[in-house]
């Protein structure tokens, strides 16, 4: 168990619909990473927040947006979904406390666009 | 941010040592080099960091030339459930503020009985 937890495990919507995940970063852990990916696809950089900041900004779509609440928990909403959305998304969180060494992420949340 | 090249798949057999390397040409010196497993369906696991030299754990060990511009990451004798994607990310490593964790394609180790 990484101590980061996301829900929905899974989920399954209609094409033009909108979802929101949620990611409990460990407790302490300021900084909370987005990924998506597909199916026999790298992990792709989403978006970073950092003790409720946007901290970096990768390959997101317009289409998607993520927000860190003040109690550290992340939500990324996906909105107007395709089928080509259909990914695994997994989020990671890491502590700030000097020179830090790892990285540590959740079981993902499996969105299926039908 | 320093790009990584890392072989696309390796095949390996139970009990052997599988060493993959990376390619990190333009690292800066501020950089830490740091491998991560995935197994399918599952989210990365932190494997091993270092800076220079030589880094071992109980997992693995991490050799890195004094140029730097390259690493291996060393399994002992790999069994099954070492199979697995392999990644190397590059970059500064210092408070939760930045941290890179821009990850490639990595390397897919196949174990084989």
């Known amino acids: 168990d990484s101590g980061v937890t996301q829900t929905p495990k899974h989920l399954i919507t209609a094409t033009g619909q909108r979802v929101t995940l949620r990611c409990s970063p460990r407790?302490?852990?300021?900084?909370v990473y987005w990924y998506q990916q597909s199916l026999d696809q790298g992990l792709q950089f989403l978006i970073q927040y950092y003790n409720g900041e946007e901290r970096a900004k990768g390959n997101i779509l317009e289409r998607f947006s993520a927000q860190q609440f003040p109690d550290l928990h992340s939500e990324l909403n996906l909105s107007s979904l395709e089928l080509g959305d259909s990914a695994l998304y997994f989020c990671?969180?890491?502590?700030?406390?000097?020179?830090?060494?790892?990285?540590?992420f959740g079981q993902g949340t499996r969105l299926t666009v039908v | 941010l320093a790009k990584t090249t890392q072989p696309i798949s390796m095949d390996s057999y139970e009990g052997q040592e599988v060493n993959i390397t990376c390619s990190h040409n333009?690292?800066?010196?501020?950089?830490?080099i740091t491998w991560y497993q995935q197994f399918p369906s599952q989210g990365p696991r932190f494997i091993i960091q270092?800076?220079?030299t030589k880094v071992t754990n109980e997992v693995a060990s991490l050799f890195i030339p004094a140029d730097r511009k390259s690493s291996t990451l060393s399994l002992p004798r790999v069994s099954l459930s070492d199979t697995a994607v392999y990644y190397c990310?590059?970059?500064?490593?210092?408070?939760?503020?930045?941290?890179?964790?821009?990850f490639g394609k990595g390397t897919k180790l196949s174990v084989k009985p």
């Open positions: 270092g800076y220079k």
């Open positions: 407790s302490g852990d300021l900084s």
């Open positions: 333009n690292i800066a010196t501020n950089d830490y």
């Open positions: 990310l590059v970059g500064e490593n210092y408070g939760g503020s930045q941290g890179n964790l821009i």
């Open positions: 990671a969180s890491k502590r700030l406390t000097g020179l830090n060494t790892e990285a540590f």
